[in-house]
């Protein structure tokens, strides 16, 4: 009986990289094996916060007009304009 020795000693920190696995694992699982690119990462991270921001951007823009978020009758979001009950 021959036990079979690693070919790789694997390190702390690894993770599942260095486990043995097929090339189809490996591209349907692809985030697991990718190396963490912190440029992809900041500009997403930017572009996340910019869309936030514009979205914040137009809600405040619409209330300051006046309007409000409204719900009808069959549970659609619509944006209607504030009336007084004097007009």
Same mark, same amino acid.
């Given at each position: 009986?021959?036990?079979?020795?690693?070919?790789? #000693?694997?390190?702390? +920190? $690894? +993770?599942?990289?260095?486990?043995?696995?097929?090339?189809?694992?490996?591209?349907?699982?692809?985030?697991?094996?990718? #190396?963490?690119?912190?440029?992809?990462? @900041?500009? +997403?991270?930017?572009?996340?916060?910019?869309?936030?921001?514009?979205?914040?951007?137009?809600?405040?823009?619409? $209330?300051?007009?006046?309007?409000?978020?409204?719900?009808? $009758?069959? +549970? @659609?979001?619509?944006?209607? #304009?504030?009336?007084? #009950?004097?007009?």
């Amino acid at each position: 009986m021959s036990d079979k020795q690693p070919d790789h #000693k694997y390190q702390p +920190g $690894e +993770g599942i990289r260095s486990m043995r696995t097929t090339g189809v694992f490996r591209a349907v699982n692809f985030e697991l094996y990718a #190396k963490p690119n912190i440029v992809v990462m @900041t500009l +997403g991270l930017i572009g996340f916060g910019t869309v936030l921001g514009y979205i914040a951007y137009m809600r405040s823009k619409y $209330e300051s007009q006046g309007y409000y978020a409204a719900l009808q $009758e069959d +549970g @659609t979001e619509v944006y209607a #304009k504030r009336r007084s #009950k004097w007009d």
